[in-house]
């Protein structure tokens, strides 16, 4: 046996017993109330057969939206400047297997104001959609309840607002539930068309979308994530380095990163320049669209873990000096640059107060 130095031994001793003791492992050190608890117990809320499916419109979207608006609240985030937590588009037109019928439908919206005195007027936004496809056909369960679409990245959203609501980000961090993504992006597509903050001044956008389940059609994705658009803004490289901490591995999907990014909601807001894309875990699942994409089916250890490397980059964007910004190199990004070239041409808007 090889005797160790004293000096040598006792920093061997000192980092093996911090490494035991967790103190350097992000996983269970970072965002402690980020537990598989935590987003379980909204996912079997938003995804239970007393909310019909969440069809836009229908009773079960209005009773999703008033529970994530309360979720908000308790959390602290800020409401908007009338006192609620609910953007309103009234009179929409939704084209329904029914037919086309108007009702008022509303993108929940809460927000946490940045600490710099600078960056406090420029934005991260975190979204996710709260509709699903309803309950329709005569099966033995017609109720389509959308467990990892999307109750999964709604329930990630709201606990990732709880974890970063004291961490005093240096830009403003606001979170969206979007109505109507099932029926063609219709609340993401309202918001860019009535944003809330400023369009020029929203630096980012990370979407929340199917991250509950693991078992993908091309097998596990246990500690995997991956990201529309992948190499098409600096989110990507953000996303990478924060996963790598948590042990995660981020990759680029070689088909469906390119795919699936004009699929989900982020795609409303890069239409009009914002660097938005959307995280994912299994791009497809068997129940994808499915009666059977049921709650006991998501994997809740691992749909805690997604939410933490979510929530580290999200953090890192709201500190970081310098804004995401597109890389034109990628032809696919290349539209969306020049739509956020023509975005910072606009006139200033005022900062809020």
Request: glycine residues 8%.
């Amino acid at each position: 046996m090889i005797r160790l130095a004293r000096p040598f031994a006792a920093a061997c001793f000192l980092a093996l017993s911090l490494f035991s003791s967790g103190a350097q492992n992000p996983e269970t050190e970072r965002f402690p109330t980020l537990t598989p608890a935590a987003v379980r117990r909204h996912v079997y809320y938003l995804a239970s057969d007393a909310l019909g499916g969440r069809g836009t419109p229908s009773e079960g979207l209005d009773l999703a939206a008033e529970y994530i608006s309360k979720a908000f609240k308790g959390i602290g985030l800020l409401p908007l400047d009338d006192g609620t937590y609910f953007q309103t588009a009234k009179g929409m037109t939704v084209r329904t297997r029914s037919g086309a019928v108007q009702a008022d439908l509303h993108n929940v919206i809460g927000w946490i104001e940045g600490s710099d005195p600078v960056l406090k007027h420029e934005y991260v936004i975190v979204s996710a959609h709260y509709d699903h496809l309803g309950t329709f056909g005569e099966g033995e369960d017609p109720i389509y309840n959308g467990a990892n679409d999307d109750a999964s990245g709604v329930s990630g959203m709201i606990e990732i607002a709880r974890a970063l609501v004291a961490q005093s980000p240096r830009r403003s961090i606001v979170f969206i539930a979007f109505f109507g993504e099932e029926r063609g992006l219709l609340g993401s597509r309202y918001y860019a068309e009535h944003p809330v903050f400023p369009l020029k001044q929203t630096v980012a956008m990370l979407n929340l979308e199917q991250i509950g389940r693991s078992d993908s059609t091309e097998g596990s994705q246990v500690r995997r994530v991956s990201l529309t658009g992948f190499d098409y803004s600096t989110v990507g490289s953000v996303l990478v380095e924060v996963a790598k901490e948590f042990g995660v591995e981020a990759y680029r999907h070689p088909r469906n990163s390119d795919a699936y990014f004009s699929r989900s909601d982020n795609a409303a807001l890069a239409n009009v320049g914002i660097p938005a894309h959307t995280l994912t875990v299994a791009f497809q699942y068997s129940d994808y669209h499915g009666v059977d994409d049921e709650p006991e089916k998501l994997d809740y250890e691992n749909m805690a873990l997604t939410c933490k490397v979510a929530a580290g980059t999200i953090l890192r964007l709201a500190n970081e000096d310098q804004r995401p910004a597109w890389n034109p190199d990628v032809p696919a990004a290349r539209r969306y640059w020049e739509k956020w070239k023509e975005l910072m041409e606009r006139r200033p808007h005022p900062a809020r107060s």
